[in-house]
């Protein structure tokens, strides 16, 4: 990446006025996130060498942080006095929240109004949006610059608006710390969570506990490839770091310079495993265990033992003397109670505590350590797991695992921030193009994260106040370089920027679509690592007049998409898509967007298998997971399958634990001669397929049949099969009935855990 000078940042800015001296035209600025209220005026104010600058001692940071930007940016050097035109910075003690300004832009000044330094940052941040993208590489070559007239009221939806980073996987550099803390703060978000350690590797010095630094800070090797893949694959190459205590207290204060709050997170009592490398005692069997070196959830966890306690005491002692946060995130999720079941120290512990299971156990673990940070003047964070047991009593709840938890913890008057998988997960494929880098998988792209409403439908007003924001979660498993963090980071940080900034009633996608197609503009000048999809092609089969349609679209405006059927390349002399395209058999349909020059994207490659159930009606005795709904449930029967690399795209439906019934109702009665489907099967992320399936039919309301169960085959292969013939079968509807693997056993991921169903297209023929 290339930064400015100063401050190595990264520009987060949509849209631009570049007005030269010259230019009358009127130009509406196109922020992110966008403003409460923005209203444009005639005229334009002329930022030159002559232009002053004022402010309160209040405002001295902002202030100062602006006029250095400009000097640092461009040949225009701001004055301290006598200057032709001013930027002034006004204090308004009556705005009632903190991170609250106004704008108002004349001819002769620029005036910054806000209560505090927080209000009067954020305003520096809207006004560099206004700004040319010669400012953002030093390349500014003009004294004199216009900036269109025009009034802007603005402040948050919600008091925490955060991002998270995961450096316990893989370690990044100091210098892009900060440049990721530039990115917050130009979006106007106020938290960084800062996930530093993990089982994979201990990223925090602690001065008392040095073997976590030389031992707990180093992985052997590190897998290649996918977790799914078969079979795994190392690297062999010794993987680590750690960041001093000078490092971070340099990282503190330069986030503090830029109103971000760091919440350090210390994972317990699981995802310990690095530390129990370094120290054996602090786990169930007191054995040596390596740092691991692939990903998962691992069953060498924290045991509830008073030694460590000390050593957990030990460690927050001095991470609250580095992170001023009210909060500190102790994290609680994904901790396996095999090793607690079978172990003295931790069944004394229930024992002696009058704790029921270990569940309870884990709720004694988080309370206590909740109480001593709590003796320091801290709050604890953790995901929502720490809900199970009994909630500990001033914990504030993340909830990642969709948003029951939110709810739950909202209802118990707890405070919340959510950050639901289905909405919040950045390490989830952005798009289903076939080049996408390899993630964890799921399926995320900006527009649903753009759609999430961190309020659940459930909540009433008054535990809806318990819903303090919500952030992005960027976990590294397969987020090796630098580069790679930035490509699934942008442009998803804009949207969830928008989410918990901006008032509902304000956003709009498409829009919002135009703002980033220009911001693309910025990030190239910056050389930024974006992921570009907004020249990619949609598809959609459905049913009208019982007749089969596909419908093709595209995000920006002013392109056209031009397709082929005939399995060549579209080009600018292929045919222009002006309608849906009938389908009335199977069909390979290949389209792209141009503009009138040339191919602007990737070109879009959908098959569809025709067969008997597509358009029919189908029914679910339970809807999908949220996170993996997919296409709804008339994506089972759309003709068209999921990817045989990533459970998470669009066409795979995910259903968490639950038997699944599925009805296909014909209307009338047909001639069945087969009927097939596939399930997914990756083991290691919790996904099994079902042993069998039973098929039941019927002709009409009295005549109904049912048939053997039938295996499903392949269970060992990442995709497992189904599927089976009929002799002179006839029926109306048939009924898959298909039975959840269960419980997960224990030695394997998840164990304990319901397990996943994860089921493709179902073809009737």
């Excluded at 350690?197 to 090797?221: M, V």
């Excluded at 759309?638 to 019934?661: A, C, P, Q, T, V």
């Excluded at 029926?731 to 997960?744: D, T």
């Amino acid at each position: 990446m290339q930064f400015t000078k100063l401050l190595s940042v990264f520009v987060l800015l949509c849209a631009t006025i570049s007005c030269s001296q010259k230019s009358k035209k009127t130009v509406a600025p196109k922020i992110i996130p966008i403003p409460l209220k923005q209203e444009l005026a005639k005229g334009q104010f002329m930022l030159s060498s002559n232009t002053e600058l004022h402010y309160a001692e209040t405002f001295k940071v902002s202030a100062q942080f602006l006029k250095s930007y400009i000097a640092n940016s461009s040949q225009i050097k701001l004055k301290d006095s006598n200057g032709e035109n001013t930027i002034l910075f006004i204090r308004d003690t009556l705005l009632s929240n903190k991170e609250e300004y106004n704008i108002d832009i004349t001819p002769k000044n620029i005036k910054i109004t806000a209560a505090t330094n927080n209000g009067a940052f954020y305003a520096v941040q809207t006004l560099r949006q206004l700004l040319p993208l010669s400012f953002e590489n030093g390349t500014e070559k003009e004294d004199r610059i216009a900036i269109q007239c025009l009034k802007i009221e603005d402040k948050p939806q919600f008091v925490y608006r955060g991002m998270h980073l995961d450096v316990g996987r893989h370690f990044f550099s100091t210098k892009f710390i900060k440049q990721y803390i530039d990115a917050l703060a130009m979006l106007k978000m106020n938290t960084f969570h800062w996930h530093l350690t993990e089982d994979q590797g201990w990223r925090i010095e602690i001065k008392k506990y040095p073997k976590l630094n030389k031992i707990a800070a180093y992985r052997d090797e590190t897998l290649i490839g996918h977790y799914n893949d078969e079979p795994q694959e190392f690297d062999g190459k010794k993987y680590g770091g750690y960041y001093s205590q000078e490092e971070i207290k340099d990282i503190v204060k330069y986030a503090q310079e830029r109103h971000i709050t760091i919440i350090p997170e210390i994972e317990m009592p699981g995802h310990s495993q690095a530390a129990i490398a370094a120290y054996p005692h602090l786990g169930c069997s007191g054995k040596q265990v390596e740092v691991a070196t692939k990903w998962g959830v691992f069953e060498d966890i924290y045991c509830s033992k008073d030694d460590t306690f000390n050593f957990i005491e030990d460690v927050l002692d001095e991470v609250v003397e580095l992170f001023p946060s009210q909060y500190i995130h102790i994290g609680g999720d994904e901790a396996p109670k095999t090793r607690w079941k079978t172990c003295s120290d931790c069944q004394h512990r229930m024992q002696t505590e009058g704790l029921k299971d270990e569940h309870e156990l884990q709720s004694y673990f988080i309370s206590r350590v909740e109480s001593y940070l709590n003796s320091k003047g801290r709050q604890i964070i953790g995901w929502d797991e720490i809900l199970e047991g009994g909630l500990a009593p001033n914990a504030t709840v993340m909830s990642w695992r969709g948003t029951d938890g939110a709810v739950a913890a909202a209802k118990q008057k707890h405070n919340v921030i959510n950050t639901p998988t289905s909405h919040c997960y950045f390490d989830y494929y952005q798009s289903t193009n076939k080049d996408e880098p390899t993630a964890i998988g799921g399926f995320l792209p900006l527009e649903k994260v753009y759609s999430f409403n961190p309020i659940p439908e459930e909540l009433t007003t008054e535990e809806s106040q318990y819903i303090l924001g919500a952030q992005g979660n960027v976990w590294t498993e397969y987020m090796p370089t630098e580069a790679q963090v930035e490509y699934m980071v942008f442009p998803r940080i804009l949207a969830m920027s928008e989410v918990v900034w901006s008032k509902n009633e304000n956003k709009d996608y498409n829009d919002f679509i135009s703002r980033v197609e220009n911001f693309n503009k910025r990030l190239d000048t910056l050389g930024i690592n974006y992921a570009n999809h907004l020249y990619e092609v949609e598809g959609e089969l459905f049913t009208k007049n019982e007749k089969q349609n596909y419908a093709l679209k595209t995000l920006t405006k002013g392109k056209d998409i031009r397709y082929t059927l005939d399995g060549n390349e579209p080009t600018l002399n292929s045919k222009k898509y002006k309608g849906p395209i009938p389908i009335f058999e199977s069909k390979t349909i290949k389209a792209a967007v141009f503009n009138q020059k040339k191919k602007l994207g990737l070109t879009f490659i959908e098959t569809i298998n025709y067969h008997k159930a597509i358009g029919k009606k189908i029914t679910l005795n339970v809807a999908p997971n949220k996170t993996y709904s997919g296409s709804g449930k008339e994506g089972m029967i759309n003709g068209i399958n999921g990817s045989n690399e990533r459970f998470g795209d669009k066409e795979w439906l995910g259903f968490w634990g639950d038997d699944l019934e599925i009805t296909i109702d014909f209307g009338e009665i047909t001639k069945i001669n087969a009927i097939e489907t596939r399930f997914y099967n990756a083991n290691g992320q919790w996904l099994y397929s079902p042993k069998k399936i039973n098929i039941d039919f019927s002709q009409d309301c009295n005549v109904k049949g049912k048939l053997p169960s039938i295996e499903v085959k392949n269970r060992d292969s990442i995709i497992s099969t189904f599927n089976t013939t009929f002799k002179n079968l006839s029926a109306s509807k048939v009924i898959l009935r298909i039975p959840n693997y269960g419980i997960i056993p224990e030695g394997f991921q998840g164990a304990g855990n319901k397990a996943w169903t994860f089921i493709d297209e179902i073809i009737v023929k």
